[in-house]
């Protein structure tokens, strides 16, 4: 009996040393959920769970060499795009996902760290929102990131989020999921978006330090759910609700892991070890 071909997963993203966050949470995660992850280095970046102290990006020649030479090789079930530090750099992007587009492409706008460190120029920004959001199937910013894709105010409820909803829809990507993280509530609440109506998906706030990479590790989960969808499934949404609450999981058990004096790490393989 021939088996199921296991999926492959692209993550795009900024490295991190300390391996809560960027290119080594999206591996991680890939592998946790049982898709096998390639990866394209976007920025190196001198990091720890404290914060940002450096950010080198690499040139738009050479991202786009790697991602030429993995897709001309490798088929992509499915794409993370995270840290994108520049306009070069997301039209390079852009323009190599189109010539062999994989069937799922999910962005995470990564433009502010956890320690509120800024990651990418004004430019940068404007390519996120013009660029790199239409191209998605899935968006997932949270707070602070929608807004500044919007230029808005922070929503400060979730009654703010949701008015925020048919600007963010207008911007291009079908789905997507604006994470309430922010909000100072028991509960979590993220409200996803879809072509024909939104759906609250909240969990309960965790007492936790530990949320190094937790934005990184959540748009690559749903990236792997969305990569394991069986040939004409669409439930997206269910792919989106299943991710978070596999990072619920890896939040709980990240107790068990000592990374860093700062903000840990997610336990990204809480149901293996």
Same mark, same amino acid.
């Given at each position: 009996?021939?088996?199921?071909?296991?999926?492959?997963?692209? &993550?795009?993203?900024? +490295?991190?040393?300390?391996?809560?966050?960027?290119?080594?949470?999206?591996?991680?995660?890939?592998? *946790?959920?049982?898709?096998?992850?390639?990866?394209?280095?976007?920025?190196?970046?001198?990091?720890?769970?404290?914060?940002?102290?450096?950010?080198?990006?690499? +040139?738009?020649? @050479?991202?786009?060499?790697?991602?030429?030479? @993995?897709?001309?090789?490798?088929?992509?079930?499915?794409?993370?795009?995270?840290?994108?530090?520049?306009? %070069?750099?997301a039209e390079t992007i852009a323009e190599a996902l189109t010539q062999r587009r994989p069937r799922w492409i999910v962005l995470d706008p990564v433009m502010v760290a956890k320690s509120g460190d800024r990651l990418v120029d004004d430019e940068g920004l404007r390519a996120v929102r013009e660029v790199l959001v239409p191209l998605a199937d899935v968006i997932t910013p949270n707070l602070?990131?929608? /807004? /500044?894709?919007? %230029?808005?105010?922070?929503?400060?409820?979730?009654? *703010?989020?949701?008015?925020?909803?048919?600007?963010?829809?207008?911007?291009?990507?079908?789905?997507?999921?604006?994470?309430?993280?922010?909000?100072?509530?028991?509960?979590?609440?993220?409200? $996803?978006?879809?072509?024909?109506? &939104?759906? #609250?998906?909240?969990?309960?706030? @965790?007492?936790?330090?530990? $949320?190094?990479? *937790?934005?990184?590790?959540?748009?690559? *989960?749903?990236?792997?759910?969305?990569?394991?969808?069986? /040939?004409?499934?669409?439930?997206?949404? %269910? !792919?989106?609700?299943?991710?978070?609450? #596999? $990072?619920?999981?890896? $939040?709980? !058990?990240? %107790?068990?892991?000592?990374?860093?004096?700062?903000?840990?790490?997610?336990?990204?393989?809480?149901?293996?070890?």
């Amino acid at each position: 009996m021939l088996s199921t071909p296991i999926p492959n997963a692209l &993550t795009i993203a900024g +490295s991190d040393p300390s391996g809560g966050a960027g290119l080594q949470a999206d591996i991680k995660t890939f592998s *946790a959920l049982g898709v096998y992850a390639t990866n394209v280095i976007t920025a190196v970046i001198a990091q720890n769970t404290q914060g940002v102290s450096r950010v080198e990006p690499m +040139s738009a020649a @050479l991202i786009r060499a790697q991602l030429d030479n @993995l897709l001309a090789d490798v088929a992509i079930d499915a794409v993370k795009i995270g840290m994108v530090a520049s306009r %070069d750099v997301a039209e390079t992007i852009a323009e190599a996902l189109t010539q062999r587009r994989p069937r799922w492409i999910v962005l995470d706008p990564v433009m502010v760290a956890k320690s509120g460190d800024r990651l990418v120029d004004d430019e940068g920004l404007r390519a996120v929102r013009e660029v790199l959001v239409p191209l998605a199937d899935v968006i997932t910013p949270n707070l602070p990131e929608a /807004a /500044a894709l919007l %230029d808005c105010e922070v929503p400060s409820s979730p009654g *703010a989020m949701e008015v925020l909803i048919p600007d963010l829809q207008a911007l291009g990507s079908p789905y997507g999921l604006l994470k309430g993280g922010h909000l100072a509530l028991e509960r979590c609440p993220d409200l $996803l978006w879809t072509p024909t109506d &939104t759906r #609250w998906l909240d969990v309960p706030r @965790l007492a936790t330090r530990n $949320l190094h990479g *937790a934005g990184c590790a959540l748009s690559s *989960a749903i990236t792997a759910c969305l990569a394991r969808l069986s /040939a004409g499934e669409s439930r997206v949404e %269910d !792919a989106i609700a299943s991710a978070k609450q #596999w $990072l619920h999981r890896a $939040l709980e !058990a990240s %107790d068990r892991l000592d990374v860093g004096q700062g903000k840990g790490p997610p336990h990204h393989f809480h149901a293996w070890w």
